[in-house]
């Protein structure tokens, strides 16, 4: 960092772009727009000076994220060799105080071995602004995240599940979905989508063990290894 201009959150969009190749543009966009957001959610101006705390902070996010870049995942699915496999999908859903998430996972079980491999699939978290909405309703959001993630890997994957399933640890929005009492209109709305979707089993997961409680909240790579 260099002059005043590197003690302005402006500067975290430079490097958000710096970070990322032309082709992953539309990814670094995104990011920084998330970038921006929580910015704004604390209440500071984009071009305010960042104070020695937020620097240091921000190194932090910055070193964090170089390393996360060499890290890879094994995400290939084959459908060649699908024969005699059976596939469950599982999602896992949840949410903080400044983001609700949810994690995809596919589970492949060969029926002649029986051996059993489980890979992340797809992820996606949504930066909200705090206190906006309480924490069911934000778990709720989280469901309905689930369920929209479960319909694109459907079509995108054109994969016939054994069985799907969508894990949540709020106890509270697993009542609105299993029964059918008058709620406000802004739950209503919601359950009645996460309602139409079939063939999805939702269960309960404790969230000291729900790996959605990671993208929700936010970790170091340091932190997850």
């Known amino acids: 960092m260099s002059g005043d201009y590197s003690r302005l959150f402006k500067y975290v969009q430079r490097c958000w772009y710096s970070l990322f190749s032309s082709r992953r543009k539309k990814k670094s966009v995104q990011l920084t727009k998330k970038t921006k957001t929580s910015a704004q959610l604390s209440k500071e101006s984009w071009h305010e000076p960042m104070t020695k705390t937020q620097c240091r902070a921000w190194s932090l996010i910055q070193a964090d994220f170089q390393r996360a870049l060499q890290r890879k995942f094994p995400r290939l699915i084959d459908s ?58 934000l778990e709720l959001l989280a469901c309905l ?15 016939n599940f054994w069985a799907v399933f969508i894990w ?12 059918h009492k008058i ?14 979707v079939e063939d999805v089993k939702f269960r309960y997961v404790p969230g000291e063990i729900n790996p959605a409680d990671i993208p929700s909240r936010g ?5 997850l290894d």
Request: charge should be positive; proline fraction near 3%; charged fraction near 25%.
């Open 219 to 223: 970790m170091l790579l340091n932190e």
């Open 168 to 179: 949540a640890d709020s106890r509270v929005v697993l009542s609105w979905i299993s029964n």
């Open 145 to 159: 995240l689930a369920v929209r993630i479960y319909h694109f890997l459907k079509n995108a994957l054109c994969m």
């Open 183 to 196: 709620l406000p209109a802004f739950i209503r709305r919601r359950i009645d989508k996460i309602r139409a």
């Open 80 to 137: 060649r060799e699908a024969e005699n496999k059976e596939f469950e999908l599982h999602i896992f859903a949840d949410a903080s105080a400044r983001a609700y998430a949810a994690s995809a996972y596919i589970c492949s079980r060969d029926t002649v071995s029986g051996k059993v491999a489980m890979y992340l699939l797809f992820a996606k978290s949504w930066i909200i602004k705090p206190d906006l909405l309480t924490i069911p309703s």
